[in-house]
């Protein structure tokens, strides 16, 4: 295939491809398209289709998560779409039945390989159809499998045209074929840096300050209405106003699940979007104390907490949401006891809902698991979702949305 722009044909393939990302999911806008469409103008991909994939791929996703749907377009657009000659019936037979062949080449005969551009191969390739008489195998000019030839398969070559069978290094299609990304989906959590970019979320702009900052719309309108007369307006600069408290279960059921949130507490610590940003670990349920450690061993009084951070805090917790019934239900049924703390996990937990109104719980077990146990009575005091990336944005979006209902203690 050709990679050029602006033929029709490979428009409409170049279509093709667009209209197959649009039907996975992937959200290709015009302004990404148009960006592909000069870098093809400037042979930015090498007239190589691998270069083409990793081209589009580089230009048209936006995150990891789409790297797999983005595969599955490719080779529904391009399978079969390497060579467009085709091939003598004759050809077809020798290179379906190819002998055994050693293509271990050392570096320094593959560095004297001459790579070759897209046009170069073709009309090479239409030379060699016309002169091949006989089957080939392990050489480096004719069009055979194994050795170092740029035409057939199951050889070595920097650049070539794969014809008949497997390639013998990756290639677009191969690489496609992999499709090594099929874990990088919404519904995993990946990494730090994913997790940063969804807490970005929580930004809530508003002009705070002196006045110190150009309004340019502002100036513009008021210099109209003085008939041309200039007059500078300033305002306020916008900074985030969002402070967020994490708490976070440690130990036991949770041992699995650590390095998943440890990766949710470095994404938060290192996020620069918030105001202020409060953690602390408890184990199973909140009680009277919680801790500042993941050792639980500095230890701070709940109610103190409570009384320190007021209700423009957004609350965040994650835990499995799983223990034994008298831990949540009943007073003095913690695992750790307090001094002078009778009060049940239920009743901490009530109390904070209704301390802070925009609050949501992270689980990183599976949704079916929270209808049953304690997690079915923890779900009905905080809107639960899942650890995962989608499910993160959705807490995110309640954690920004309106102020929610205190709940009423239900009957024990």
């Not at 930015?44 to 230009?59: D, I, K, M, N, P």
């Not at 499709?179 to 807490?199: E, I, M, N, P, W």
């Not at 925009?358 to 209808?371: C, S, T, V």
């Amino acid at each position: 295939m050709a990679m050029n722009a602006g033929s029709t044909q490979a428009t409409g393939v170049f279509l093709d491809l667009f209209f197959a990302l649009r039907k996975r999911g992937v959200p290709v806008s015009l302004q990404e398209w148009l960006a592909l469409m000069q870098a093809l103008s400037l042979g930015l991909e090498r007239q190589t289709l691998t270069g083409f994939y990793h081209l589009c791929r580089s230009l048209l996703v936006k995150t990891e998560a789409h790297f797999d749907a983005f595969d599955e377009a490719f080779l529904e657009v391009f399978r079969g779409l390497e060579l467009p000659i085709d091939l003598p019936e004759k050809l077809r037979e020798w290179l379906a039945d190819p002998l055994r062949w050693d293509r271990t080449l050392s570096p320094e005969l593959l560095a004297q390989l001459k790579t070759l551009g897209l046009e170069e191969l073709l009309k090479m390739f239409e030379e060699r159809l016309r002169e091949q008489q006989e089957a080939h195998h392990g050489g480096s000019h004719w069009i055979g499998t194994g050795g170092t030839s740029p035409f057939g398969h199951g050889g070595r070559h920097p650049s070539g045209l794969r014809v008949g069978g497997p390639g013998g290094a990756r290639s677009a299609i191969r690489v496609a074929e992999e499709r090594r990304f099929r874990t990088y989906r919404h519904d995993r959590v990946l990494d730090t840096r994913q997790l940063k970019v969804a807490l970005r979320g929580l930004r809530q702009l508003r002009r705070e300050g002196c006045k110190d900052e150009l309004d340019l719309d502002g100036t513009i309108r008021q210099t109209t209405k003085n008939a041309g007369e200039l007059e500078l307006i300033f305002r306020a600069p916008r900074i985030n106003d969002v402070k967020l408290v994490l708490m976070m279960d440690v130990g036991g059921s949770m041992e699995p699940y650590a390095q998943l949130v440890e990766h949710l507490f470095s994404a938060a610590h290192a996020s620069r979007h918030l105001k202020d940003f409060r953690f602390y670990f408890f184990h199973n349920c909140v009680y009277g104390k919680i801790y500042q450690d993941n050792w639980l061993q500095e230890g701070v009084r709940t109610g103190d907490v409570m009384r320190l951070l007021d209700e423009r805090y957004k609350l965040l917790l994650v835990g499995d949401a799983s223990m034994a019934p008298s831990e949540l239900m009943d007073p003095w049924g913690a695992l750790y006891r307090y001094e002078n703390d009778p009060e049940a996990g239920r009743d901490w937990l009530l109390r904070f809902a209704r301390r802070w109104p925009r609050a949501a719980w992270l689980n990183p077990e599976p949704p079916q698991a929270w209808r049953h146990g304690t997690a079915s009575v923890i779900a009905r005091i905080f809107p639960m979702y899942a650890l995962t990336l989608d499910g993160l944005d959705a807490a995110i979006r309640a954690l920004v949305g309106a102020r929610r209902q205190a709940p009423v203690p239900a009957a024990s």
